[in-house]
């Protein structure tokens, strides 16, 4: 993972519209709602405790700050593509202490291709990384609330946008454009938020690669735009950075 750009910095890229976040009371309401309902859903169905957003009391020395992340996600794609993976924290004792707790270090938001899991791609484990994912990376309510509550309430530290190399997303949304034709069902969906950040500077497959990397930089500056994350960034305490893997050599690097 490159170390040119500086975590945190804003980005060139005009930001889509905003979401609105919740407002602190909200926020706590939130918290206690997604903690009960967990809790009922794992009791009934498993007959165990839910893992809450009450930090674990075994701290595995987790990442504190944007460049601690960072360098922990680097080292770990670094096992993954050179196949020294070690598969962490998955051992009994660990399972067991995520039942009171959990502590991930980053949020990864990603594409739902098959190829790019979070988990293995960074060979992390367990309570490592909170993961949302969806086609081409696409920002809605849910995916920002999923990321806002990571932030917000699990005091994360860095979140990524990792967009990957010949995204099918991207690709169907290049194609729609270029034709004019419809996709069918929801897919359209996908493609409509993608199509303002098409490359129209490229043609062929360069236009669907550079349209790749630049829906991950107004995805991500459209993140970083968000008051409560803003506030954060400017504070020092979150990193939003962009990435992109590339599947022909298992690399994941950072977009400027």
Not at 7 to 36: D, E, I, W, Y
Not at 79 to 91: G, L, V
Request: glycine share 8%; charged share 20%.
């Amino acid at each position: 993972m490159n170390a040119e750009s500086s975590v945190g910095a804003q980005p060139t890229a005009s930001a889509p519209k905003r979401f609105a976040l919740p407002s602190p009371a909200r926020r706590a309401l939130l918290r206690a709602g997604l903690t009960g309902a967990a809790a009922v859903g794992v009791s009934t169905a498993l007959g165990a405790a839910s893992a809450s957003a009450t930090p674990t009391t075994t701290s595995r020395n987790r990442p504190g700050t944007p460049d601690e992340a960072l360098r922990e996600l680097a080292v770990g794609n670094r096992r993954w593509r050179t196949f020294r993976q070690r598969h962490p924290h998955e051992s009994p004792a660990v399972r067991q202490s995520l039942t009171s707790g959990q502590e991930p270090f980053a949020v990864v938001l990603g594409c739902i291709d098959s190829r790019v899991p979070p988990e293995l791609v960074f060979d992390q484990g367990l309570g490592d990384l909170m993961t949302v994912r969806s086609a081409g990376e696409v920002l809605d309510e849910a995916v920002l609330g999923s990321v806002a509550y990571g932030v917000l309430e699990l005091d994360i530290p860095l979140v990524m946008v990792l967009g990957h190399q010949s995204c099918g997303a991207v690709k169907a949304a290049v194609a729609a454009d270029e034709s004019g034709e419809s996709l069918p069902a929801h897919i359209q969906y996908i493609a409509d938020r993608i199509a303002p950040n098409i490359d129209r500077t490229k043609e062929g497959d360069a236009r669907v690669d550079a349209t790749i990397d630049a829906n991950v930089r107004a995805v991500r500056a459209a993140l970083a735009a968000e008051p409560d994350l803003a506030a954060k960034i400017a504070t020092g305490e979150l990193a939003v950075v962009g990435a992109r893997y590339e599947l022909s050599d298992q690399r994941v690097h950072r977009l400027a």
